[in-house]
């Protein structure tokens, strides 16, 4: 069963930081586009940041560009997500999602665009 699930969430003051990582099991995950994705209470779903499977590029949203790095730890079979300078704008439940397909470009940031997805982290910033 091709599963997926994230860690690392918590509690984190302003400026501070957390590593995500989405860890899958049953598939090897450095044949797969991965993306990570948040959805704050009362909001839509929307893309964070994400990484192909043809050619490890790197894609962010605006709103965390400079601040997240995404990147692949194949020894662990996981994709982290490094968030730096965290905001409370950036208190959201985070999930990471995973799919086979070849992806040609990482900015579109539709749900339907993945495949298996993770339960969710929670991340919350604030002082």
């Known amino acids: 069963q091709l599963q997926v699930v994230e860690s690392g969430g918590g509690f984190v003051q302003p400026g501070g930081s957390l590593r995500l990582s989405c860890v899958a099991s049953?598939?090897?995950?450095?044949?797969?586009?991965v993306g990570w994705f948040r959805q704050a209470p009362g909001k839509e779903r929307e893309g964070v940041s994400s990484?192909?499977?043809?050619?490890?590029?790197?894609y962010y949203a605006d709103s965390v560009k400079g601040r997240f790095t995404i990147s692949r730890d194949n020894a662990k079979n996981a994709v982290n997500l490094q968030m730096n300078s965290l905001k409370p704008e950036d208190t959201a439940v985070y999930y990471c999602?995973?799919?086979?397909?070849?992806?040609?470009?990482?900015?579109?940031?539709?749900?339907?665009?993945?495949?298996?997805w993770g339960p969710g982290a929670p991340v919350t910033v604030s002082s």
């Open positions: 999602a995973a799919t086979a397909a070849k992806r040609q470009c990482g900015s579109d940031w539709r749900t339907s665009e993945y495949d298996d």
């Open positions: 049953g598939f090897s995950l450095d044949h797969y586009a």
């Open positions: 990484i192909l499977n043809i050619d490890d590029s790197t």
